[in-house]
């Protein structure tokens, strides 16, 4: 059955066309774009008048492998969750356990960086499960510096696991923040080899630890440049902080110098990761000006009383998902550094998504509306549609041709050496994957809060997933599950 989206505002970021027109849908792929498409009785026509119609959201950061989490994300116009910056291992695993379970949106992972050198520095065997990867992350073991032997061991798992269809290099250099530089700088060559793209967690800035051994942001640039390998920088406003505009300007100076470094961001103050990770330390927070009652226990709600109370909970459930408050989204200085980040040219809304926690232990539900109680990161529910309002309706600094260039175009385009399948995403003219979001330019919302992160997003009136309707007026359908995988194809 053909789908004839009639009378909307469509948006194609690849071409820059703005303007009224119809968009026919046919097995998976957009057929025809233009003004007064004819009617037919083999097509389903829907009236999106008064709606914008663009290319579905691609979030390069999204560590959401469950049905509940992507429900979420699919309410805030994502049509593509890729977990690229930490990756499972074993990737093939990965895929097929997406595969069985059914996804809403496509789904794809990059090869886990941390998890081959916890294999071979540590013995940890991984298992394609995002919280063992989150238990293995306070593990000092894995964290050290590799042998020349070990080096060779876990960049030769890497490489399997890339050609084995991940979709590039997940480093979470940032929780190794310690490791020889070397060994990065080998990490890109080697992907540079494959052509396939880098995601780094980078390590500290030079100004929050004075002995970290390469200043963070400058590391990836000059890795970038040395190597000729394309290096995308994770979350560029919570690793930055305070720092943003000296970030920025060493980011842009190393681009402009060309090394091949993209950059993504997400508008909120407050970021999401293991308790247990190097950088909540209590030594690390002292570094970045934060104490221990900037973090929260996502399971429980706790906020962290004190030093001591940190060191029992990082040692007793070192891989408990937390929330760190890196900046005061209330201040108007920090809104300002939130903005920098996302307002720099060509940066990319990613969501670095989180599961959904329930008490009792689960965290996967196919109810819907999910279940009370659940408890993630408001980034897992919100990123895009708070991204809209913020910079398009609310500051005006983004028009949404711009919009639907950070939230599709560029994040398609990252990929695109790496994954061929990639290449017909993130735009919305003819031969373009029919993954579309239908939004209200009036409405378009976030909703969930840090304490009711659960709530989903409001104002995608459609979303389609390969041609297959998840979002009808505004309701998610349950039974939707078109999604499918991308994968790597290195050369």
Sequence with gaps: MRTLLRGGRVIDPATGFDGTADVLVSDGEVIAVGPGLPSSDDQVEIDVAGY?????????????????????????????????????????????????????????????????????????????????????????????????????????LVEGELAAGALGVGVLLGYAPASDPAEFLALAKLAKQAEAPTYTHVRELVEVDPGTPADGSEEIAIVAAETGAAMHHCHVNSTSGRHIDRVLAALESGRSAGSRVTVEAYPYGAGSTAVGAAFISPERLKMKGLNPSRVILLETGERIADEGRLLQVRAETPGAPCILEFLDEDDPADRTLLHQALAFPDSIVASDAMPVYWQNGANESTEWPLPPGGATHPRTAGTFSKSLRLMVREAGVWTWLEAFRRCSYLPARVLDEVAPGARAKGRLNVGADADIVVLDPATITDTATYFDATRPAVGVRHLFVAGTPVVRDGQLLTDAFPGQPLRGEPR
């Design 52 to 156: 914008i119609v663009g290319p579905g959201f691609i979030d390069l950061h999204s560590h959401v492998h469950t049905i509940a989490g992507q429900r979420l994300q699919a309410m805030d116009g994502v049509t593509t969750a890729l977990d690229l910056e930490a990756g499972l291992m074993p990737v093939e695993r990965a895929y097929a356990e997406a595969a069985a379970a059914g996804r809403p949106l496509h789904y794809g992972f990059s090869a886990s960086w941390g998890s081959a050198r916890a294999k071979v520095l540590a013995g940890i065997e991984p298992d394609a499960n995002i919280n063992t990867g989150l238990s293995v992350l306070g593990n000092p073991a894995w964290q050290r510096s590799s042998s020349k032997t070990e080096l060779a061991a876990w960049l030769s």
